[in-house]
């Protein structure tokens, strides 16, 4: 079993930065490949980021890509996500979630083993 607690959520102004954390339980962190992922009021959850189990692959959702950078720690079993020039339509409940088997980053979901319980992003205009 995995867990995952998100943190670093908040309320920030139209073009302020956040940086999100996702600390993950067990022993082989550096397996996993991270996603973050995240739901809008009255919208599905939908893909932002993701990233290889080295680190060195990651990909974006078009409406991030520029302004989110993700990145991972494996020495702290922690993944992170900068989100700079944040907009209003940034708001949204962030989760991460893990996949054990390692491998390429995916959009999917269903990709996914694993999930956080979301932290509140939200963006004031």
């Known amino acids: 079993q995995v867990q995952l607690v998100e943190s670093g959520g908040g309320l920030v102004q139209a073009g302020g930065s956040l940086r999100l954390s996702c600390a993950a339980s067990g022993r082989t962190f550096s397996n996993y490949c991270m996603g973050w992922f995240r739901r809008a009021p009255g919208k599905e959850r939908e893909f932002v980021s993701a990233i290889s189990t080295s680190g060195g692959i990651t990909i974006y959702a078009d409406s991030v890509k520029g302004r989110f950078t993700i990145s991972r720690d494996n020495a702290k079993n922690t993944t992170y996500l900068q989100m700079n020039t944040l907009k209003p339509e940034d708001t949204a409940v962030y989760y991460c979630?893990?996949?054990?088997?390692?491998?390429?980053?995916?959009?999917?979901?269903?990709?996914?083993?694993?999930w956080g319980q979301g932290t509140q992003v939200t963006v004031s205009s």
């Open positions: 979630a893990a996949r054990i088997n390692g491998g390429l980053p995916y959009r999917s979901e269903s990709m996914y083993d694993y």
